[in-house]
Protein backbone atom coordinates (compact mmCIF):
# COMPACT_ATOMS: atom_id res chain seq x y z
CA UNK A 1 0.00 0.00 0.00
CA UNK A 2 1.19 3.07 -0.89
CA UNK A 3 -0.67 6.80 0.88
CA UNK A 4 -0.69 9.67 -0.78
CA UNK A 5 -0.84 13.25 0.85
CA UNK A 6 -1.16 16.59 -1.02
CA UNK A 7 -0.80 19.89 0.43
CA UNK A 8 -0.34 23.78 -1.70
CA UNK A 9 -3.86 24.29 -3.29
CA UNK A 10 -5.45 27.62 -2.77
CA UNK A 11 -6.84 30.76 -4.41
CA UNK A 12 -4.54 32.51 -6.65
CA UNK A 13 -5.34 35.43 -9.26
CA UNK A 14 -4.96 34.94 -13.12
CA UNK A 15 -1.36 35.07 -13.93
CA UNK A 16 0.10 33.60 -10.55
CA UNK A 17 1.45 30.91 -9.14
CA UNK A 18 1.32 28.10 -6.83
CA UNK A 19 3.26 25.05 -5.64
CA UNK A 20 1.48 21.55 -4.88
CA UNK A 21 3.29 18.89 -3.11
CA UNK A 22 2.39 15.41 -2.50
CA UNK A 23 4.16 13.70 0.00
CA UNK A 24 4.44 9.44 -0.41
CA UNK A 25 4.52 6.62 2.31
CA UNK A 26 4.28 3.13 2.69
CA UNK A 27 5.44 0.64 -0.05
CA UNK A 28 7.15 3.91 -2.24
CA UNK A 29 9.94 1.25 -3.19
CA UNK A 30 7.34 -0.35 -6.10
CA UNK A 31 6.56 2.71 -7.69
CA UNK A 32 7.61 3.57 -10.96
CA UNK A 33 5.43 6.81 -11.91
CA UNK A 34 3.47 9.78 -9.98
CA UNK A 35 1.77 12.16 -11.11
CA UNK A 36 -0.82 14.98 -11.14
CA UNK A 37 -4.29 14.73 -12.12
CA UNK A 38 -7.05 17.56 -12.64
CA UNK A 39 -10.91 17.13 -12.68
CA UNK A 40 -12.88 20.35 -12.75
CA UNK A 41 -16.60 20.17 -12.05
CA UNK A 42 -18.59 18.53 -15.04
CA UNK A 43 -15.45 17.38 -16.69
CA UNK A 44 -13.49 13.95 -16.86
CA UNK A 45 -10.57 13.81 -14.93
CA UNK A 46 -7.36 14.55 -17.22
CA UNK A 47 -3.32 13.85 -16.68
CA UNK A 48 -1.76 17.32 -15.87
CA UNK A 49 1.99 15.91 -15.19
CA UNK A 50 3.81 13.08 -14.96
CA UNK A 51 7.44 11.68 -13.89
CA UNK A 52 8.62 8.50 -13.75
CA UNK A 53 11.06 6.63 -11.56
CA UNK A 54 13.68 7.19 -13.60
CA UNK A 55 12.93 11.09 -14.38
CA UNK A 56 11.14 11.36 -17.64
CA UNK A 57 8.20 13.89 -17.50
CA UNK A 58 5.94 14.40 -19.55
CA UNK A 59 2.92 17.20 -19.55
CA UNK A 60 -0.46 18.02 -20.97
CA UNK A 61 -0.38 20.50 -24.14
CA UNK A 62 -2.33 22.88 -22.00
CA UNK A 63 0.06 23.11 -19.24
CA UNK A 64 3.00 22.80 -21.53
CA UNK A 65 5.66 25.93 -20.30
CA UNK A 66 3.78 26.86 -17.38
CA UNK A 67 3.67 23.97 -15.12
CA UNK A 68 6.60 21.79 -13.94
CA UNK A 69 6.76 18.75 -12.14
CA UNK A 70 10.06 17.61 -9.91
CA UNK A 71 10.72 15.15 -7.37
CA UNK A 72 12.81 15.10 -4.01
CA UNK A 73 13.52 11.36 -3.53
CA UNK A 74 15.46 12.06 -0.13
CA UNK A 75 11.79 13.29 1.00
CA UNK A 76 9.40 11.12 -1.20
CA UNK A 77 7.88 13.94 -2.39
CA UNK A 78 6.66 15.03 -5.97
CA UNK A 79 5.71 18.66 -6.58
CA UNK A 80 3.98 20.54 -9.00
CA UNK A 81 5.36 24.45 -9.64
CA UNK A 82 2.49 26.00 -11.56
CA UNK A 83 3.19 29.57 -13.07
CA UNK A 84 1.28 31.92 -15.03
CA UNK A 85 -1.89 30.64 -13.87
CA UNK A 86 -5.11 30.70 -15.84
CA UNK A 87 -8.75 30.53 -14.31
CA UNK A 88 -9.48 27.35 -16.66
CA UNK A 89 -6.33 26.06 -14.57
CA UNK A 90 -9.66 26.04 -11.44
CA UNK A 91 -9.82 22.40 -10.64
CA UNK A 92 -9.54 19.87 -7.78
CA UNK A 93 -5.63 19.08 -8.23
CA UNK A 94 -5.06 15.01 -7.17
CA UNK A 95 -1.82 13.08 -7.14
CA UNK A 96 -1.27 9.87 -8.60
CA UNK A 97 1.43 6.99 -7.71
CA UNK A 98 1.54 3.93 -10.13
CA UNK A 99 3.32 0.59 -9.29
CA UNK A 100 2.94 -2.22 -11.60
CA UNK A 101 -0.02 -3.66 -10.16
CA UNK A 102 -1.22 -0.60 -8.44
CA UNK A 103 -2.72 3.02 -8.67
CA UNK A 104 -2.86 5.16 -5.68
CA UNK A 105 -4.94 8.47 -5.69
CA UNK A 106 -4.85 11.29 -2.89
CA UNK A 107 -7.58 13.04 -1.34
CA UNK A 108 -7.19 16.16 -3.56
CA UNK A 109 -6.61 19.79 -3.12
CA UNK A 110 -8.46 22.87 -4.43
CA UNK A 111 -6.54 25.16 -6.94
CA UNK A 112 -9.22 28.03 -7.74
CA UNK A 113 -7.73 30.69 -9.96
CA UNK A 114 -9.96 33.58 -10.20
CA UNK A 115 -9.19 37.45 -9.47
Known amino acids: QVQLVESGGGLVQPGGSLRLSCAAS????????MGWYRQAPGQQREAVAT???????NYADSVQGRFTISRDIAKNTVYLQMNSLKPEDTAVYHC?????????WGQGTQVTVSS
Open 96 to 104: NAMSYFNSY
Open 26 to 33: GNIVSLRA
Open 51 to 57: ITSGGST
